[in-house]
């Protein structure tokens, strides 16, 4: 078996008996890149399933000069999920990863903005052209509705319960889930779509997406970093945002209101509670007011 070879029946196994994304899989597919490219630079003629140990390591001390702690790990995590793959299969006997430890690195905790913050950032947007009613409608639904930058962008029509005061969200392995959407969200997204998205002409597998760029075609993940980023410049806001900040405000707000963490687990689509825990770090202060509250002996 050559590297192709491996690459091509492990992204195979992530698409369909992992049902991973495709940014799921990329991410996996660099890292197996990056070590091949490697083994070219130094000369090493050896395939996935004769590579040994020492190669590895020689591989992580050469990565570990070019990358942070935290990217090194990511990275150490991919290609032992690979051989893991290839053990599985039976390819090889044992992973060559085993003995390789990733660097210690502290939890990151997200960036969050102040509830002050996204009403500056949302009221910073331009109403007057038509792409502002739906760059409100995209704002008001990361934050309301907690969702990933994906699943904002694939978003359909057909997903939108408002009667029932819930959206259906496809998430990280087409998992789906269902969220609750408030008034105000709702209000926003009919706007756009009665006001504005109504008299576009949509293209061809774009009838059922309900953000719509110029061309009427499905938004891509890049616009919506680029609308927010360009919002915080407006703003003079000194903090380096993206999509994702929507979703970790709606978190910490939520839990900051006293919300159950396993229900903000569901609403996020978070497969492990502990994956949801990393917002009770957050504000410290919270967890004080909390135990005063709450503890019979305050």
């Keep these: 078996m050559n590297w192709n070879q491996a690459r091509t029946d492990f992204t195979n196994y992530l698409k369909i008996e992992r ?15 990056k070590l091949i490219l490697f083994l070219e630079d130094s000369d090493l ?22 990358v942070n702690p935290r990217s090194q790990a990511r ?26 430890e990733s660097p210690k690195i502290g939890r990151k905790l997200p960036d969050t903005l102040s509830e002050i913050e996204i009403n500056e950032l949302i009221g910073a947007i331009d109403l007057s052209k038509p792409e502002g009613e739906r760059n409100r409608a ?11 930058v994906t699943e904002l962008v694939s978003l359909k029509i057909s997903d939108l319960y408002f009667e029932e005061d819930f959206i259906s969200v496809t998430g990280k392995g087409n998992k789906q889930r269902f969220v609750p959407i408030s008034e105000i969200n709702k209000k926003y997204i009919n706007i756009y779509l009665s006001q504005i998205r ?23 993940r890049a616009m919506i970093f680029t609308i927010i980023r360009q919002l915080a410049e407006t703003i003079g806001l000194n903090k380096k945002i993206s999509p994702h900040t929507f979703r970790h405000s709606f978190a910490t707000h939520l839990l900051e209101n006293g919300a159950d963490l396993r229900a903000i687990q569901q609403m996020l689509g978070h497969e492990s509670i502990t994956t949801t825990e990393v917002y009770v770090h957050v504000d410290r202060s919270h967890l004080a007011k909390v135990l005063h509250q709450y503890h019979p002996r305050k």
């Design 45 to 66: 003629s050896v395939g996935p399933i004769q590579i040994q140990k020492e190669t590895i390591q020689q591989f992580v001390y050469s990565v570990a000069k070019k």
């Design 138 to 148: 995209m704002l008001e639904t990361l934050y309301g509705c907690g969702l990933r």
């Design 19 to 33: 049902g991973l994304a495709e940014n799921s899989i990329n991410s996996y597919l660099i890292d197996i890149e």
């Design 198 to 220: 109504v008299h576009q002409t949509v293209q061809k597998d774009a009838e059922d997406i309900v953000f719509l760029n110029r061309r009427g075609k499905q938004l891509t």
């Design 75 to 100: 990275i150490i995590s991919g290609l032992k999920s690979f051989f893991n793959y290839l053990v599985f299969e039976d390819y090889r006997a044992d992973n060559p990863m085993d003995l390789i």
